[in-house]
């Protein structure tokens, strides 16, 4: 049974940098596209950004590009959502998702991962 866990949020400074860490439980890591997730109470889930299965490939939002970025390391089960020059807008739930057959075509939505983690909280103050 797969099962992800995100670690890492915390309160911060507007302007500080965060890395979030999703830890993969299961087998064949590397057969996944991982995406995050980010949510406020009573809004929807909006897409932050997503990795290919070899990790070799991000996209990423317009409103996190350049200050995210993600990254995958298959052998030690793990991706990471590095998150700089955080500004209050950024305070969210965040979701790690994984999926085996992730459609290129729709990467942004939320019904395309099989799997999701419980969640961590960042919280951005001005």
């Known amino acids: 049974q797969v099962q992800l866990v995100e670690s890492g949020g915390r309160l911060v400074q507007a302007g500080d940098s965060l890395r979030l860490s999703c830890v993969f439980s299961?087998?064949?890591?590397?057969?996944?596209?991982v995406g995050w997730f980010r949510q406020n109470p009573g809004t929807e889930r909006i897409f932050v950004g997503v990795i290919n299965r070899s990790g070799t490939n991000v996209h990423l939002s317009d409103s996190v590009k350049g200050r995210f970025t993600i990254s995958k390391e298959n052998n030690k089960n793990t991706a990471f959502l590095q998150m700089t020059a955080l500004k209050p807008e950024d305070t969210a739930t965040y979701y790690c998702?994984?999926?085996?057959?992730?459609?290129?075509?729709?990467?942004?939505?939320?019904?395309?991962?099989?799997?999701w983690g419980q969640g961590t909280q960042v919280t951005v103050s001005s």
């Open positions: 998702a994984a999926g085996r057959d992730v459609s290129t075509m729709d990467l942004k939505s939320a019904g395309q991962y099989d799997t």
């Open positions: 299961g087998r064949n890591f590397g057969g996944y596209t």
